[in-house]
C-alpha cells in the first residue's frame, strides 16, 4: 500500500508540474511566434540594472537549489529545476563577462537545454524552453 501512495504523490506532481506550465504558456498566448533565440520584441524590453538582475538570478538559484533536494531525481519537475539553475547560472557568467541581459539570456539558453551539456540539446521540448525564457525574461524586466 506504500508504494501505491508514493506512487499516487510521485503522480501529482507530475500533474501539478504540467498544469502550472500549459498556465505559464497560457498566459502569455504570444510565445508561439517567438524563435528559441528569444522574442524579437526583447530588444525593445526594458531589463532592471544589471546589478539588481544579478541579486534577483542568485536569489533565483538559492531558491530553486533549496527545492532539488526534496525531489525525486527521475521526475521531470528535477529535471526542470536543475534546468532552472543551470540556466540563471549561465546568464549570470555571461553577464559578468559583460554581455548584455538580452543577450545573456539567448545565448545560454542551449545550456538549460543540454542540462549543462548532460543530453542532448533536443531532448528538452521547445515549449519549455520558451516558458523558461519567458520566466527570466519577466522577472528581469522593469
Known amino acids: 500500500m506504500n508504494i501505491c501512495h508514493t506512487a499516487n504523490v510521485a503522480t501529482k506532481r507530475l500533474l501539478i508540474a504540467t498544469i502550472c506550465l500549459l498556465a505559464c504558456l497560457l498566459w502569455q498566448?504570444?510565445?508561439?511566434a517567438q524563435t528559441l533565440e528569444g522574442p524579437g520584441s526583447s530588444s525593445s524590453t526594458g531589463y532592471v540594472s544589471r546589478e539588481e538582475a544579478l541579486a534577483l538570478l542568485e536569489a533565483g538559484v538559492h531558491q530553486a537549489n533549496e527545492q532539488l533536494p526534496g525531489l525525486e531525481?527521475?521526475?521531470?519537475?528535477?529535471?526542470?529545476t536543475l534546468r532552472r539553475v543551470i540556466y540563471y547560472k549561465a546568464i549570470m557568467r555571461e553577464m559578468r563577462n559583460g554581455m548584455p541581459?538580452?543577450?545573456?539570456?539567448?545565448?545560454?539558453?542551449?545550456?538549460?537545454?543540454s542540462l549543462g551539456g548532460l543530453k542532448e540539446v533536443a531532448y528538452t521540448p521547445k515549449v519549455v524552453l520558451r516558458a523558461l525564457y519567458e520566466e527570466v525574461r519577466l522577472q528581469l524586466s522593469e
Not at 73 to 80: F, I, K, V
Open 101 to 113: 541581459i538580452s543577450k545573456a539570456m539567448e545565448t545560454t539558453l542551449n545550456e538549460a537545454a
Open 73 to 80: 531525481p527521475t521526475s521531470s519537475l528535477y529535471e526542470n
Open 29 to 32: 498566448p504570444d510565445l508561439s
